[in-house]
């Protein structure tokens, strides 16, 4: 195997020993139709309808879709545009909760006896990559016509600093996970189903080398804690040492990957049939007085996970969905929980403060330690010229945003940053590429 790319950040896995608490009941959620990659939910309540506790609220508008589900019990107090923390404007469903969390009559669990069955339970349950991707769950899994899935990879990685959300799903319902894992044993004939963990999390290690002793074709490999060893692709290399192509998916080489929440959250739909409506996040940050792990109702601000954990810090200057090195800064504290929240981190100015930024010194560390490879100097410099053919030449698609190269760039340059925006001059300029021949084409036959 080539030589193990990455950076070793600090872990700062502060709260690891923490069990989650929950958090109390809030006056209100908002729960946003867009959670997940691919095509939003279709809201199917109205303004006044009276809701419970895993009631569907949006349902899957397509292949590539997941259903939403309400999270507590009230009433609906408006169907309305949300500004996504993506940029885009998508539905959302504000409901007024009641404080009794009452679940919904009927719930029941689902009547699963084969493959096909046990996937349209996956796609009911609303589980979508809860590590943070969102890609619905069930499509994952669905394997194309002459395709198999050789490897099913659980990923307990966990290589963020701050996060242990995943680490507590691991030490707290393990009985769960293990349900989970027979299941996929169950309706997926695969060579071997791996449980990736990296070195510093020896009792979650441990517990899963328990499960995975009771499961004939389950193990579990131990990884170096060097970052992003969580990321999809590294994670399949450093597994089964198989490459995922250029554009290409995990399927394309054999293999599914999956978090270990959400295997847990699957598990627990089939065994009580409630959906996916609440989460355990990791709330931690220097600007967080009492750090812990909350589970809280998808849909509930981010202030309440605050104010449970006693409070932010009078200078706090940013606020972030995720971890330091890949979450995205938040730009109120009204922000909700989302599905794939694992994480929200509050820092001091101290912290937050971006460093000044100088010129390269051409030192190289930003393509030594690239997890894909790539040299970030470059993809900077082609997308500062606007030279999107060189983007193209320099593979920018490849790049996973795992920061890497920012991290330890002594020039402070905003590696990641460009190569993010560098993508979307790529993706234009492509779409341009390919309209232009169409245009080429449709004159020759003229």
């Not at 508008?61 to 949300?82: I, T």
């Not at 812990?292 to 509930?300: C, D, S």
């Not at 989302?338 to 994480?343: G, R, S």
């Not at 993010?420 to 036959?445: P, S, Y």
Request: hydrophobic share 40%; proline share 8%.
């Amino acid at each position: 195997m080539r030589k193990l790319r990455g950076v070793h950040a600090p872990h700062l896995k502060n709260t690891a020993g923490h069990k989650p608490e929950i958090l109390p009941t809030p006056a209100e959620v908002r729960i946003p139709m867009l959670m997940h990659m691919g095509a939003p939910a279709k809201p199917v309540v109205k303004v006044g309808d009276e809701v419970k506790v895993g009631q569907l609220i949006g349902e899957a508008a397509g292949f590539v879709s997941a259903p939403v589900h309400a999270s507590v019990s009230g009433k609906v107090k408006s169907v309305s545009e949300f500004d996504e923390i993506t940029g885009l404007k998508g539905a959302s469903v504000v409901i007024a909760s009641d404080g009794e969390q009452t679940p919904l009559e009927g719930i029941v669990p689902p009547d699963v006896a084969n493959q096909k069955e046990f996937l349209e339970a996956v796609r009911n349950s609303g589980a979508v990559g809860l590590g943070g991707a969102g890609f619905p769950t069930a499509v994952k899994l669905t394997v194309k016509e002459g395709a198999t899935i050789d490897y099913i990879i659980i990923n307990g990685a966990e290589c963020e600093p701050y996060i242990t959300s995943d680490t507590r799903t691991m030490l707290d319902e393990t009985d769960l996970t293990r349900e989970g894992l027979e299941l996929l044993k169950k309706y997926f004939d695969v060579k071997s189903i791996i449980i990736g963990i990296e070195d510093n999390k020896p009792e979650p290690i441990e517990k899963m080398r328990q499960i995975a002793a009771a499961i004939p074709g389950v193990e579990v490999k131990v990884l170096p804690a060097v970052y992003p060893q969580g990321g999809e692709k590294m994670l399949i290399y450093n597994t089964t040492e198989r490459i995922v192509p250029e554009g290409g998916l995990p399927l394309d080489v054999g293999v599914v990957v999956l978090n270990c929440t959400t295997v847990t959250t699957i598990a627990r739909y089939i065994k009580t049939g409630m959906p996916l409506v609440s989460k355990c996040v990791t709330v931690d940050g220097s600007a967080v007085i009492s750090p812990k792990n909350v589970i809280a109702p998808i849909g509930a601000p981010l202030r309440e996970l605050f104010d449970y954990c006693g409070g932010l810090r009078e200078d706090v200057k940013k606020v972030l969905y995720g971890g330091p090195m890949m979450g995205i800064a938040v730009p109120s504290l009204d922000m909700p929980v989302l599905k794939n929240t694992n994480a929200t981190l509050a820092f001091t100015a101290k912290d937050a403060e971006p460093p000044p930024e100088t010129a390269c010194i051409r030192c190289g560390r930003c393509a030594a330690n690239c997890p894909m490879n790539l040299m970030a100097l470059e993809l900077e410099r082609a997308f500062l010229l606007k030279k999107p053919e060189l983007l193209d030449l320099y593979k920018a698609n490849l790049c996973m945003e795992c920061g890497c190269c920012a991290f330890n760039c002594p020039a402070r340059r905003p590696l990641i940053q460009s190569v993010k925006l560098a993508k979307v001059m790529l993706r234009d300029w492509q779409t341009a590429q390919k309209a232009e021949k169409e245009r080429k084409e449709a004159k020759k036959d003229e």
